[in-house]
């Protein structure tokens, strides 16, 4: 293997991305690179590289990583993610995320019981499946804590249309097409929003 090129970070002058055969590898700092002393067009054996990885880049990701969790909980996938675009390459991704859930620092069934527990009376169950999809979580574990989640929908409806139409003083077609659009965006059945709408209804015209 050869270190065919060796870049100042644009973003992070301190930092040279380091390239092996053409391809992107890693960053170091300029004086973890002169101490290694690396140069362009040299050789790197595998035990070297091995040992950049466990010494510096590795101890660097997961550095990051720590980082991240101290300002939220994340997922697997929010992690991989953060750690791509901070340009860490796959090995070093696969070994921190595997620290991690070695130690429990993330895990996404928790992190899905905790999210259901905060959205439970905020968003709909459609809401609280499709964030967590985006964010990674299996669909059959979300499936499963859902069933296990006692949410009821058109109390949560209702506040939410109390909230935004707090003004009305009646409601006629016209702004109950629109309380309709609204509530069905929030990922509510349409039969939901009937009610919902039907009961503000019914408290308004008393």
Not at 3 to 17: G, M, S
Not at 28 to 46: A, G, P, R
Not at 152 to 172: F, G, H, Q, T, V
């Amino acid at each position: 293997m050869i270190i065919t090129q060796i870049v100042q970070n644009k973003r992070f002058k301190n930092y040279y991305d380091i390239y092996i055969d053409e391809e992107y590898q890693f960053f170091i700092t300029y004086t973890e690179l002169k101490f290694l002393k690396l140069q362009e067009n040299n050789n790197i054996t595998k035990e070297s590289l091995e040992l950049i990885y466990r010494e510096y880049v590795y101890k660097r990701a997961k550095n990051r990583a720590f980082r991240l969790l101290q300002r939220k909980d994340m997922t697997r996938k929010e992690m991989i993610s953060k750690l791509e675009i901070s340009r860490y390459n796959e090995y070093i991704i696969d070994s921190v995320i595997n620290f991690l859930e070695e130690y429990r620092y993330i895990n996404d069934r928790e992190y899905a019981i905790k999210y259901i527990s905060y959205n439970k009376t905020r968003k709909s169950i459609k809401q609280i499946s499709i964030e967590l999809v985006r964010k990674g979580i299996d669909k059959e574990v979300i499936k499963e804590l859902l069933e296990d989640t006692e949410i009821c929908e058109e109390d949560i409806a209702y506040s939410l249309l109390i909230k935004k139409y707090r003004n009305i003083d009646s409601i006629d077609n016209k702004i109950k097409n629109r309380m309709l659009g609204y509530i069905m965006r929030k990922g509510y059945s349409y039969n939901i929003a009937i009610k919902t709408i039907n009961r503000l209804k019914d408290e308004k015209d008393l």
